[in-house]
Structures are given as structure tokens and as C-alpha cells.
């Protein structure tokens, strides 16, 4: 009887054992390799309709060369425009110049641009009153406008722009200063006053004393300062008539010579430099005047010059001077180089009194 039990027990082991094995081995059996089709073909070996076998059939090309996203190549730096010329009215304004015109009156500007990157370029006009111009343009590079001065008399600003397609952008601002007519309850105006040496009152005096005046020229009206032939000394003198603006104020003065005739060679003169004095010798020029009582230095000038400005505040308080003296109608101006040489050859400056002009900007009285 115990014999038999153990029977049974073992059986029982042995049938358990069986099922777990047979459940591991399921659990552990593997899957049934995929076969793998060429490119291109459908499941089952069939080749896509449209390709020759072997062909890849569009939107299953291997991918290329083509950087990951985020890796694109920046774009080109962009380049803003430049504003290259403004002219008011035509006359080229310069960086830093000033406009100056009379209540009421209207101002034309035109603009020249360029763009590096060949942009179209969109013009702007604005002014410190808020106001915002009608610009007219004319072809990419060429634009303009008009402003119309307003009827108090001060200071304002013109801006101009001119932007790209990007919004980069060039901008001038010129400043304008509007006066009332002259007459009129304050402001100023300049007319761009010329004056030219008066020939009669303009001329040279030699060592001797001896003048020769400009109006006595046998050519064309001028002056000479350098030495004469026997190594003396020579001087010259300019006057300009201003009685027209007795009593106004000076804003800006400047004596502009645009050209010198070279007699010799003046850079062998001693104390070379070409010295600038302001004068008053009055209602005639004579031989006394070879040396004048009172005198301001100016400025002095190179030989090595052909053209020459005077300017600055100097310039302006003599000016002035003369047109506070109701006793005074001429500025005048005396050159000189300091001494002569012993080359026995004239060395000098020849000056057409044409080739000579005083501007003068000026409040009215």
C-alpha cells in the first residue's frame, strides 16, 4: 500500500514538470524571420506599377546630402542705404551746413541715394513740427520734396530718410533757420552779400611810398604784394564797401580769394608766409598808408597757396566795428610778407579784385 503511494506521487511530479516545461518553451520560441523585399517592391515580390524593376519609386530616394534642420547657411548681412546728396534750392548742402531763408518762403529739396544691396529704397520727409512732407520720387536714387518756412521766425530741422526693404535706414537732418524779411519784427536773413574790393580805394604801396592803385591798371583791375625788381618791399591793400549794412549785426563773415597769380617764386621771400591785417586808411589810399597806426592780424597764408578764406570771429568783430562808426563805409585789408629778398627778381602774389569777395550773413537792425 505505501508502494502504491509513492506511485502516484511520482506520477503527479512528473505530469507538473511537463507543463512547465512545455509553457517555458513557448514563452522562449522565436518569431519567424521577415523576409526582406528589394526596394521598391510590394509585399509578396510585386514590382509598384510606373517603375522597372530595381527602380526606386519617387519619395523613396535614400536621403542626401542636406544639412539637418537648423543648420542653414545664415543670409547675407544686409547693407542699409546712404544718402549722398541733399540740395536746398539748388545749392549742396554739406554736413553741417545751415539753411537760411525768411518766414513764408518754400524751400526745394532733392535727395540722391544709394543702396549696396541694389534695395528699393523708400523716401521719408518729416520736420521738428511734426509735419510730413509729400516726396515725389523721381527713380530709386532720386527723390524730392518741398518745405514751406513757417511764419515764426526761429530755428527748425528738416529730416530726411531714406529706407529699405528691410527697414535699415540713412537719415539727414538739416537745420533751417527762418527770419523775417528784412524790416520785419526780428529774425535774420542773409542775401549772401557779396562785396568786391572798391578799385579805386585798393591797390599797392612799394617802400619808395610810391601807390599804384588797382583802378589805374592797365589790365584787368588788381593789386600785387611780394618785392619789386630792386629787392624793396611792396604791400597790398583791399577795400570793401559795407556802408549798406550800417547798423546790422554780424552773424558770419569771410574773405574767400579763389586765385592767386604767382610773380617769381614767393617761397624765397624771408618770412614767407603771406600775412593778413585788418586796416584803416580811410577815405584814400596814399603813401603814408605804407604804415598804418592801428592793425589787427588776421591770419597768415603759405606762398605754396592758390586760393585762400579768411574767417573766424576776428573777421567779424573788425567788421562790425566799422558798422557801428557812422564814420566808416570800407573794411579794409592790408597784405604784406615781412621782408624782401636780394634776388633782384620780383617774387609775388598778382590779385584780380574779381577773384576776391567778402560774404557776410547779418541780423537787420
Not at 549772401?192 to 612799394?206: F, Y
Request: hydrophobic share 30%; proline share 7%; aromatic share 8%.
Amino acid at each position: 500500500m505505501r508502494k502504491n503511494k509513492l506511485y502516484v506521487f511520482l506520477s503527479i511530479l512528473t505530469i507538473i514538470f511537463l507543463f512547465t516545461t512545455a509553457a517555458i518553451c513557448t514563452q522562449c520560441g522565436t518569431k519567424a524571420e521577415e523576409v526582406l523585399e528589394p526596394p521598391g517592391t510590394e509585399p509578396g515580390g510585386e514590382q509598384p506599377s510606373g517603375t522597372e524593376p530595381g527602380e526606386t519609386p519617387p519619395g523613396d530616394e535614400p536621403p542626401g546630402d542636406e544639412p539637418p534642420p537648423g543648420d542653414e547657411p545664415p543670409d547675407e548681412e544686409n547693407n542699409p542705404p546712404v544718402i549722398e546728396v541733399v540740395i536746398a534750392n539748388g545749392v549742396t548742402i554739406e554736413a553741417g551746413d545751415e539753411v537760411i531763408t525768411i518766414t513764408g518762403n518754400s524751400i526745394n529739396f532733392e535727395v540722391q541715394a544709394s543702396d549696396p544691396d541694389d534695395d528699393e529704397l523708400l523716401y521719408t520727409a518729416t520736420d521738428n513740427l511734426g509735419n510730413i512732407m509729400e516726396v515725389i520720387k523721381i527713380d530709386n536714387n532720386h527723390a524730392q520734396f518741398g518745405w514751406v518756412a513757417p511764419e515764426t521766425a526761429g530755428n527748425y530741422d528738416v529730416t530726411i530718410a531714406a529706407s529699405d526693404e528691410e527697414e535699415a535706414a540713412d537719415t539727414r537732418v538739416i537745420p533751417v533757420s527762418v527770419g523775417h524779411e528784412e524790416g520785419g519784427s526780428g529774425g535774420y536773413v542773409q542775401d549772401d552779400i557779396r562785396v568786391v574790393p572798391d578799385p579805386a580805394l585798393s591797390g599797392n604801396i612799394g617802400e619808395s611810398r610810391v601807390v599804384s592803385l588797382a583802378s589805374e591798371s592797365s589790365s584787368t583791375p588788381n593789386i600785387y604784394v611780394g618785392d619789386s625788381a630792386d629787392g624793396s618791399n611792396i604791400k597790398g591793400y583791399l577795400s570793401f564797401d559795407v556802408n549798406s549794412l550800417s547798423g546790422k549785426t554780424i552773424v558770419e563773415a569771410e574773405v574767400v580769394i579763389t586765385h592767386f597769380g604767382r610773380i617769381g617764386d614767393p617761397t624765397t621771400l624771408l618770412g614767407s608766409d603771406l600775412d593778413f591785417y585788418a586796416v584803416n586808411y580811410g577815405d584814400s589810399l596814399d603813401g603814408s598808408d605804407y604804415r598804418t597806426g592801428s592793425y589787427t592780424h588776421l591770419t597768415s597764408m603759405a606762398p605754396e597757396s592758390t586760393s585762400f578764406t579768411i574767417s573766424g570771429s576776428e573777421l567779424i568783430e573788425e567788421i562790425q566795428e566799422v558798422l557801428d562808426d557812422p564814420g566808416r563805409d570800407n573794411f579794409q585789408l592790408k597784405l604784406l610778407f615781412q621782408n624782401a629778398n636780394t634776388n633782384r627778381d620780383p617774387d609775388g602774389f598778382e590779385i584780380i579784385l574779381s577773384n576776391v569777395s567778402l560774404f557776410i550773413t547779418y541780423y537787420p537792425a
